[in-house]
């Protein structure tokens, strides 16, 4: 079914124009309040959308539109301890290895997010099973820059002797599952991003996706995600009625989306989503 409703954007705002939009994940240790206003220089604006329901019509490709659907029935469909983290790992990447016909896939991250408020408590990052919440407005997780950066830091050495001379792809990729909201973003020598659900049928803050053709570059403003042990950097996209927005109704664990979030080779096709 598809859906008339409203997205958070980033506000079309002067101040942007001389200061760079952040937000600070500070350490649960630090005393800072999840929900403190210094923690960011953030505004949104909720715009109106129409969101296309993709069930039981001509799916979307990761290649062209950016996101994926496909169907995989996970062996964890609940992580309650690191163990269940690192099989869920080794798992998406063999899912991404055979999907992309990939040399190598390297899963590197694994977040679990539950829509419930956490005010008052900072996300831990040194706990690997902390739940954080949903991120807040439409934003793609990776610039052309932090997209670099994260190949050089996350790619072993050995790998990179072997596939950093020239002539492969590289593509990072979220792997979303409905597993309370699990982000799996990938590196590869093909990277990417998956998200599933945890639950019989996503009903609850659905995730929608934005078509990657229909968005301009001027759409995307780069912003810092400051965290204790390093700084990111993630667009957040600004509104323009010509946005194509997408949706899986009822979307069930076996049918996680893949999101591309950074790709080397030039070209028209999807780079981002």
Known sequence: MDVQ??????TDSSKYNIEKPFLVYPAANDGWEADDPRLHNISWSERPVVIRDVRNREPPAAETSGFQWIEHKTAFPKIVEEADMEGYMREVESVLLNHFKADKVICYDC??????????????????L???????????????ESGVSILKDMVPDNIKEEYFQGGYRFRIIKYAPLMNNVIFPVAETLPNSLWRPLLAKCED????????????????????????????EIFYLQYRPSHSWHWLSNQTPNEPVIMTMFDTKAGPHARCA
């Not at 949903?134 to 610039?143: F, L, Q």
């Open 5 to 10: 409703t409203t997205l958070e954007y980033l």
């Open 111 to 128: 977040i679990l997010r539950e829509n419930r408020p956490l005010r008052n408590e900072a996300f831990d990052t040194d706990n690997k």
């Open 130 to 144: 902390s739940v954080d919440r949903p991120p807040r407005g439409a934003h793609v997780d990776y610039t052309l």
């Open 205 to 232: 803050r659905p995730l929608a996706v934005c078509d990657f053709s229909s968005i301009d570059p001027e759409d995307l403003i780069a912003a810092d995600r400051v965290y204790p042990h390093k700084r990111s």
